[in-house]
């Protein structure tokens, strides 16, 4: 009798564990960013959303993510698991899909989470914000 009610446990739990949808397991909240000074409406806007100091350094994107601004000038990321976060985009003015370089300083428009300028390359500590709550990010495009 104890090895069948054991069987059942155990078969209830992994079944609750492949049933139940996995965003039901964690917090996730929706992340909503609005770009500003977008400097033309007919080129892209490139989204790179990093989940770690790692990442961020090793440049290992977590999630892209494009958007054209002559039909938004927003993005909408649904679901993302609570944490921290960084993001960097920038504005491909001359489609080549990367940030083009004036000697050190970019030569594109681009952007921080957090908006900040700095000389030099960002840093996460610059970058870094809490996702735990749904949220809107304003990204003024430099």
Excluded at 45 to 57: C, H, M, P, T
Excluded at 87 to 110: A, K
Excluded at 112 to 131: E, Q, V
Aim: charged share 20%; hydrophobic share 40%.
């Amino acid at each position: 009798m104890k090895d069948l009610l054991t069987i059942i446990l155990v078969a209830f739990g992994y079944f609750g564990y492949f049933v139940i949808p996995q965003t039901a397991m964690y917090k996730t909240f929706n992340l909503e960013i609005k770009f500003e000074n977008i400097q033309k409406t007919d080129k892209p806007i490139y989204v790179a959303l990093y989940q770690s100091e790692k990442e961020f350094n090793n440049k290992k994107i977590f999630k892209r993510y494009t958007v054209l601004p002559s039909k938004k000038t927003s993005l909408e990321i649904p679901d993302l698991p609570e944490g921290t976060y960084a993001i960097l985009c920038f504005q491909d003015l001359n489609d080549n899909h990367h940030l083009d370089f004036n000697g050190y300083m970019p030569d594109e428009p681009w952007g921080l989470s957090n908006n900040i300028t700095r000389m030099g390359p960002p840093t996460w500590t610059d970058a870094a914000f809490k996702l735990n709550r749904n949220l809107q990010l304003n990204i003024e495009l430099f």
